[in-house]
């Protein structure tokens, strides 16, 4: 097949952009012709993934690379306007070079942000794109039943983010990750800056409920060489020194083998790539392992409300105490790709 991938598929890396790579390595070990548009603000890291770096330039490639595709598929979370047009644009493009037009709709705010479009413009936009699209992928229950108040066709499913772990462990990642051994619980705090809520949470959780020896912490920043934040976070945390672990923001594997040891994962929202409300809300997933991939089945969002870091601080630490629950799915079917790929070849 002939396929364009269209979403965020840069740095700083997250479960949406390693969702986004997990796929495209699939279909391209399986012989797939495939071709990246990236939609993030931020400059791909692979030299053959194409940058579009505003809306005309987006548009301009998007007509180049959809010629002669089979398939289109654009992934966003979908509620940036500028998201939303690209997504539109994606669509349209396919629908008229007669290629497959697949969304996926990644999990944040969509099932809030989505129930708040205007009347005149922002709902009767949604209908128009899920009325064109071939298929839209929900990646979770909420986005879902959000998603479908505005479907005129049966043609939505429900199949949750998932991301490759890497499985012939290099020497050097060994030694990466080897304060984690005999770690009983991982707290991931990802694309961390300075200063952020989630700064915050940290900054509280390594000075005040931080107590135990068996908790492991992985921080990966949002800027590449990030010496002084690091330095930083190493004097606050000072008594467990043995317990922390830095990743750089561009290091893809070691991030989704932190991701695969991980009881929590902290990061701040962004949609596409971008970054925002980074004073005030984090987004918080519990991961689960099945026999094939990494998914997230169970997520919160921490809204700062006055001084409330000292409580998400309790919160993440009561949450480390519960095992994480198995997304449920009929016959015990968890090869979520093989769902997308059977997507691509429906007629």
């Not at 205007?118 to 959000?146: M, W």
């Not at 409300?277 to 918080?284: G, K, M």
Request: a positive charge; proline letters at 3%.
């Amino acid at each position: 097949m002939r396929i364009l991938l269209i979403g965020n598929f840069a740095p700083p890396y997250d479960e949406e952009s390693l969702h986004n790579l997990s796929l495209l390595n699939r279909l391209k070990d399986e012989g797939n012709d495939c071709c990246v548009i990236n939609i993030s603000e931020n400059p791909s890291k692979e030299e053959e993934f194409i940058d579009g770096k505003n809306l005309l330039n987006f548009v301009f490639k998007l007509i180049r690379y959809a010629w002669k595709k089979d398939v289109i598929h654009c992934s966003t979370k979908g509620y940036m306007r500028q998201g939303l047009i690209k997504t539109i644009a994606s669509v349209i493009i396919g629908r008229c070079f007669r290629a497959k037009a697949i969304i996926t709709l990644h999990s944040e705010l969509f099932a809030i942000i989505g129930e708040t479009r205007s009347k005149q413009l922002g709902k009767p936009a949604l209908r128009i794109l899920f009325f064109l699209a071939n298929k839209v992928i929900c990646a979770d229950k909420d986005t879902y039943e959000a998603a479908a108040a505005y479907k005129t066709k049966n043609n939505f499913e429900l199949i949750p983010l998932f991301i490759h772990i890497p499985k012939n462990i290099k020497e050097n990642e060994l030694l990466a990750f080897k304060k984690l051994e005999n770690k009983k619980r991982i707290i991931v705090f990802s694309n961390t800056i300075y200063p952020s809520f989630i700064f915050e949470i940290l900054n509280n959780l390594l000075s005040k409920h931080f107590l135990i020896s068996d908790i492991g912490i992985v921080i990966s920043f949002s800027e590449k060489l990030s010496v002084k934040l690091q330095h930083t976070i190493e004097e606050i945390g000072n008594r467990f020194s043995d317990n922390l672990v830095f990743i750089e923001p561009t290091e893809m594997r070691l991030l989704s083998m932190a991701y695969a040891k991980a009881n929590l994962i902290l990061r701040p929202l962004s949609c596409d790539g971008k970054m925002f409300f980074t004073n005030f809300t984090i987004s918080l997933k519990k991961p689960v392992c099945s026999a094939n991939y990494l998914y997230f089945p169970t997520s919160l969002l921490f809204v700062k409300e006055g001084e409330t870091a000292d409580l998400c601080a309790n919160i993440i630490s009561n949450l480390l105490k519960e095992n994480s629950e198995k997304l449920l799915y009929p016959n015990g079917e968890d090869d979520f790709y093989a769902k997308i790929k059977n997507i691509y070849l429906e007629k």
